[in-house]
């Protein structure tokens, strides 16, 4: 399963030429602001996640100084089939020139997209966490993305009416199903991630530990209950903050190595190597749930991993199989096979064949 060829139109500082990529391990090389970042952005467009959230003010897309507004990215698949995403005033998008949603794109090309803030996902904000978790979730929940979109909405209204001084039951009494379901999910996939983080024990001997701490909640075991329970308890501290602190969009994973939290009992190093097995084990979880191995779009990921950790990264990788992007500024000499590209100033060669 994977990107055959892609070529992309218009698109940021990226060549309009046709690429073909490995079915395997893609390593995306090139200096500072070359454009491997974007590449991997326009990959994850084309699986049907849209730009990427770089921490940056939003930039526009479309190529500057080109005269025009219009992007096209083309991809095809195996299976012979091409999408084609247009992003105009707004997205078109097509499979095999039939109209599709970004939805249909997720469960045509299953991908997941590693960021460098993701190698923070111990120590950083619950951002990261609930974010992997959603990823995973949303390729294997066909509707999870639209209930936690609509869930999002629901919350956002519910923090007017608390903005306003006003009551917000009727908000809590439409939340509290949407809540409870992505609750039920969320603990679903924690327990699936845990199963699949064994298998990555080499790259996190010490052992990891996994569990969802529910928003603001956790009075009563189950989900719907919890939920009333905590809206009646943090009511007044709600109604003071004017901000709703009940609910998913609050949630956090506790990482846990030897009992203790991880954040604080392991290095630098060994939190960065924690990283990795959980984005192995999100990827697991997908294979499993979905019998096919998602493209893995990594960037930066191997920075600050000693070289046996690189090592065992590659091998680990290449074991896995499927089909990997991975960038880095850094030089490189993985230890498995490869297809090695050179990005410079947009312009994509492929240097190097490794077998
Ligand atoms: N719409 C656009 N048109 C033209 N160039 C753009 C556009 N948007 C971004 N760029 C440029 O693309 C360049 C490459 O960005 P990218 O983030 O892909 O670099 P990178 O190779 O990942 O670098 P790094 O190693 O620093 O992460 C940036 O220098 C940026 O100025
Ligand atoms: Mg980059």
């Known amino acids: 399963m994977g990107f055959r060829r892609v070529r992309f139109n218009n698109f940021r500082n990226i060549e309009p030429r046709e690429m073909r990529w490995s079915p395997g391990l893609n390593l995306l090389t090139g200096e500072n602001g070359s454009g491997k970042t974007n590449i991997l952005e326009g990959l994850n467009i084309i699986a049907g996640w849209g730009p990427l959230d770089r921490g940056t003010k939003a930039v526009s897309i479309p190529t500057w100084n080109s005269g025009s507004t219009e992007v096209q990215l083309t991809g095809e698949i195996d299976g012979s089939e091409i999408i ?9 998008i097509r499979v095999d020139d039939k109209a599709a949603s970004a939805a249909d794109l997720r469960w045509k090309i299953p991908v997941l997209t590693f960021l460098p803030d993701d190698m923070s996902i111990v120590e950083g904000s619950s951002v990261y966490r609930r974010r992997m978790l959603d990823m995973v979730l949303a390729l294997i929940i066909p509707s999870y993305a639209m209930r936690l979109s609509e869930y999002r909405r629901g919350v956002r209204q519910k923090a007017v009416f608390l903005k306003r001084g006003m009551p917000s039951m009727i908000a809590d009494r439409a939340l509290l199903p949407l809540a409870s379901w992505i609750w039920r999910m969320r603990e679903e996939g924690v327990a699936l991630m845990s199963d699949s983080l064994r ?50 969009h609050r949630d956090d994973i506790i990482i846990t190595s030897r009992e203790r939290p991880a954040s604080s009992s392991l290095s630098r190093g060994l939190r960065r190597r924690t990283a990795m097995a959980l984005m192995l084990a999100a990827s697991e979880s997908v294979r499993r749930k979905l019998g096919r191995e998602p493209v893995l779009l990594l960037d930066e990921v191997a920075a600050e991993l000693d070289p046996a950790g690189k090592d065992q990264l590659f091998s680990t990788l290449h074991e896995r199989g499927g089909q990997i992007f991975a960038a880095t500024a850094e030089p490189v000499s993985p230890s498995v096979p490869c297809s090695v590209y050179r990005i410079v100033s947009g312009k994509i060669d492929k240097i190097e064949e490794t077998v």
């Open 84 to 92: 084609k995403v247009k992003i105009a005033r707004r997205y078109a």
């Open 199 to 248: 298998g990555f024990e080499r790259l996190a001997p010490f052992g990891v530990g996994l569990s969802l701490k529910r928003g603001g909640a956790g009075f009563e075991r189950s989900c719907e209950d919890d939920y009333a329970k905590a809206v009646m308890v943090n009511g007044e501290r709600e109604r003071a903050m004017r901000f709703p602190v009940v609910g998913p």
